[in-house]
Nanobody
Framework: QVQLEERGGGLVQAGGSLRLSCVAS????????MAWFRQAPGNEREFVAV????????RYADSVKGRFTISRDNARNTVSLQMNSLKSEDTAVYYC?????????????????WGQGTQVTVSS
């Protein structure tokens, strides 16, 4: 099963930008819809963005629409999340996930492979 590793988290001031990357090993990402989720302390894991295998379909949570952009490079086996105009409420652990069943979904239960997560902290 494909293993995922997130990179690029850190501390940023409100209004700033960060770019997260997800690198795959042990398999190819091109077969799967890929998504980003996040989880803040005391909260459930929530959907952020999803992208289809061929990049034709992208979906975003309302809370990040217009500020975040998901992208993928199947040749490099990577998925990225560009986060602009960051807010304190974006502070969370961000997870990369592969929909191993092939569903273009916003539900965490449909994603069979997960990374360990990377912390994003936005200071106000």
């Amino acid at each position: 099963q494909v293993q995922l590793e997130e990179r690029g988290g850190g501390l940023v001031q409100a209004g700033g930008s960060l770019r997260l990357s997800c690198v795959a090993s042990g398999g190819t990402l091109s077969s799967y819809p890929m998504a980003w989720f996040r989880q803040a302390p005391g909260n459930e894991r929530e959907f952020v963005a999803v992208i289809s295998q061929n990049r034709w379909i992208e979906r975003y949570a309302d809370s990040v629409k217009g500020r975040f952009t998901i992208s993928r490079d199947n040749a490099r086996n990577t998925v990225s999340l560009q986060m602009n105009s960051l807010k304190s409420e974006d502070t969370a652990v961000y997870y990369c996930a592969a929909s191993t069943g092939g569903l273009i979904s916003i539900h965490a239960a449909d994603f069979g492979s997960w990374g360990q997560g990377t912390q994003v902290t936005v200071s106000s």
